[in-house]
Each structure stands twice: as C-alpha cells, then as structure tokens.
C-alpha cells in the first residue's frame, strides 16, 4: 500500500513538471475575440434592437474581422443577434441572425 501511494505521489509531481506549448501550438493563437468592453457595448446595442434588458442579452462568440472591426454574436432571450463594433466602441450594425 505504502509503494502504491509513493508512485501515485511521484506521478503526480511529475505531472505537473510538464512544459507548456510554444505560443504557436495553443488554442486561440490566430483568433481575436473581441474585447469584453465592446462586446458589452454590442450587447447594450442588442438590448434596444431586441426591445429587452441589456442584462438578458449575452455574447456567444466574437471574432476580428479586420485590424479595426469585431463581430459579436449575441442571445437576446433565445433570439439571436449579429453586432459590428470598431475598435472605438461604435456599433456599425446589429442584425437579427
């Protein structure tokens, strides 16, 4: 029992020894979500479109269209939305998806 519980204990230990990937070779390397302060001013642009509470309209996805522009999906009570934000917190668009 006592070697059983040594190996265990060493397994562990070593286990956490183990190096972390290069930056190329971890997830969401290539792509941007957008920042959490647009997605709140997509979410806040949804709530008026979907005539709901800001607080019931939650972000499911973002992504960088470009150096300038995110897109953000949105839930507004089981409806969805699409937002185009600029890096300047302008939304050019909220379509219903």
Partial sequence: MALHVLVVGCAAALAGC??????????????????????LICANAVAGSAKTESTKVLPMNSRQIDAQTYSVELDAGGRRFDCVVDNNGSVKSVQPV
């Fill in 18 to 39: 183990v190096s972390p990937p290069p930056p190329e070779e971890m997830a969401r390397t290539t792509l941007q979500t957008a920042p959490a302060d647009l997605q």
